[in-house]
Nanobody
Framework: QVQLVESGGGSVQPGGSLRLSCAAS????????MSWYRQAPGKQRELVAG???????NYAASVKGRFTISRDNAKNTVYLQMNSLKPEDTAVYYC???????????WGQGTQVTVSS
């Protein structure tokens, strides 16, 4: 059984910062992709940022330059540093992790991020 435990969400004013964490525990090895998605009310879930096992990263155009994804492979943990937050960043943020053995991966339970004055 694999669990993804997310933390770090909350409410912040525009221009503020938050750091999300997602720790994978259980029977998971050879992690490949660790990524963050978000889903705003009435919208489809979208990729925010991804980190590949080889070291490459990718970002949605809307967050490039403001968000930074990083990972600690020893801890099976992925982070999302979010700076210069905007109201349009308000959403439930989900982490996604897969491995070479299980490419369909696992999803976290989601953490709410609200950006409002």
């Amino acid at each position: 059984q694999v669990q993804l435990v997310e933390s770090g969400g909350g409410s912040v004013q525009p221009g503020g910062s938050l750091r999300l964490s997602c720790a994978a525990s259980g029977s998971i090895s050879s992690i490949n992709v660790m990524s963050w998605y978000r889903q705003a009310p009435g919208k489809q879930r979208e990729l925010v940022a991804g980190s590949m096992s080889g070291g490459s990263t990718n970002y949605a155009a809307s967050v490039k330059g403001r968000f930074t994804i990083s990972r600690d492979n020893a801890k099976n943990t992925v982070y999302l540093q979010m700076n210069s937050l905007k109201p349009e960043d308000t959403a439930v943020y989900y982490c996604f992790v897969n491995s070479f053995r299980r490419p369909q991966g696992y999803w976290g339970q989601g953490t709410q991020v609200t950006v409002s004055s």
